[in-house]
């Protein structure tokens, strides 16, 4: 089990930015599998940031500074141990997961100001929350990947976990392409690289 700290950054990304993670592990000698879940708050997308140049109004009342982007990936997990009781292992790490985006809330009147977004048809049920902004137009969930490499070194039951991950994503899953995030980030994609603290047992 592995708490994490790093940095996202490259493909969507227009900056670095911080990225959490946790993951739980199971290993049978070289062989096993994993499931991370990694957490980036304060994600520069190129799309949110265009946006800011061709609409400031609706890009400044947003309720978000800028997108959360959150990753959940399955994967399968091969090292290779070695060291007195194991206490080294290089490993690779690779599977799929579900990306969540989301770029905040904002006020319908503003939404329907813009033509440019095209998003005035009916296929678009725009959801409000209690304040009545909408909730669900900047807000998209993806189906994607992940591939990585990374040691883990433990001194007895305590140790580091360090890995550098690629993320992409397979297209939007909510089969509504007349929101922004599935017009613009349709396939996220970036790299994350993270280190921390590794329980055994």
Request: net charge negative; charged share 20%; hydrophobic share 40%.
């Amino acid at each position: 089990m592995t708490g994490a700290v790093g940095g996202a950054w490259g493909g969507d990304f227009d900056s670095g930015t911080w990225a959490f993670d946790g993951a739980y592990a199971y290993m049978l000698g070289g062989l096993g599998f994993e499931f991370i879940g990694s957490f980036t708050p304060d994600a520069e997308l190129t799309a949110f940031n265009d946006l800011a140049i061709t609409n400031p109004v609706l890009s400044a009342n947003l309720s978000r500074d800028n997108p959360r982007v959150n990753s959940y990936m399955f994967n399968l997990v091969a090292g290779l141990p070695f060291g007195m009781n194991d206490t080294w292992m290089p490993f690779i790490s690779g599977g799929a997961g579900m990306f969540q985006i989301s770029g905040g809330r904002v006020d319908f009147d503003l939404l329907d100001d813009d033509f440019d977004l095209d998003f005035l048809d009916d296929d678009f049920e725009p959801e409000f929350d209690s304040d009545g902004l909408v909730t669900n137009f900047f807000k998209d969930n993806q189906f994607g990947g992940n591939l990585g490499v990374g040691v883990l070194g433990f001194f007895d039951q305590v140790g580091f976990r360090a890995d550098i991950r690629y993320y992409t994503g397979m297209g939007n899953n909510e089969g509504d392409n007349l929101r922004f995030v599935a017009q613009n980030v349709k396939d996220i994609s970036y790299w994350r690289s993270t280190a921390g603290i590794s329980f055994r047992w």
